[in-house]
Structures are given as structure tokens and as C-alpha cells.
Nanobody, 122 residues
Framework: QLQASGGGLVQTGDSLRLSCAAS????????LGWFRQAPGKEREFVAA????????HYADSVKGRFTISRDNAKNTMYVQMNSLKPEDTAIYYC?????????????????WGQGTLVTVSS
């Protein structure tokens, strides 16, 4: 029901935009977010956006570089990632929660996307 896309191989300092398309759910009634899992590490929270926006919040590691957004008319969520660093290399997962806004805990997630790989070379 959630399909993430847009990952790829980029260089340090480059930008990338990930998308997450939803189907089969009332998109506007879900708090949405992005998580990521780097090789050998646990999955971590990246960013979240409330039902209708514009309330957003970010992990400290991406604050000021990443911007999360959503288009409820298109049932799609995005994250614009700028000034990418090698430590941003990870599989990025989109997530949907019945909460108005994810606070960053995985147990709040009702639906997960399949993940898209972002690799940032130095």
C-alpha cells in the first residue's frame, strides 16, 4: 500500500528526492514519515509530517538538509534531501500511522513501504 521510489547513487553534496505513493488507504487521515536503516545499524527515524501538514519534525542528523512534504490530492509523500553525506547512505522506508503525527517511534507505524536504497559516495 506504500511504494517508495527515487533512491539511487549520488555523490557527497548532491540532492535527491524520494517519493512514497499510497494506495488502498485514506491518505489524508494518516500521519506520514520516513525512516532509514544504514548497513549494520538499526532503523532510525528521519522525518514526519502531520495529517494535513504543515507540522513537520526531523531527526537532528537531517535537520536543515531534508524537507518532508505531502500532496494529499496525489496520495504521495516526498522527502527532498539536500547536501547529502556518506552517512545518509541507507535504505529509506516510508511509513504511515493512524496518529495525527508520528513522533518517531516504530511502534506507531501501521504501514511500511518496501524501502528504496540511497547511496552517497564520498
Amino acid at each position: 500500500q506504500l511504494q517508495a521510489s527515487g533512491g539511487g547513487l549520488v555523490q557527497t553534496g548532491d540532492s535527491l528526492r524520494l517519493s512514497c505513493a499510497a494506495s488502498g488507504l485514506t491518505f489524508s487521515k494518516y500521519g506520514l514519515g520516513w525512516f532509514r536503516q544504514a548497513p549494520g545499524k538499526e532503523r532510525e527515524f528521519v522525518a514526519a509530517i502531520a495529517w494535513s501538514g504543515p507540522n513537520t519534525h526531523y531527526a537532528d542528523s537531517v535537520k536543515g538538509r531534508f524537507t518532508i512534504s505531502r500532496d494529499n490530492a496525489k496520495n504521495t509523500m516526498y522527502v527532498q534531501m539536500n547536501s547529502l553525506k556518506p552517512e545518509d547512505t541507507a535504505i529509506y522506508y516510508c511509513a504511515a500511522s493512524l496518529l495525527v503525527e508520528l513522533t518517531g517511534r516504530e511502534r506507531e507505524v501501521n504501514y511500511w513501504g518496501q524501502g528504496t536504497l540511497v547511496t552517497v559516495s564520498s
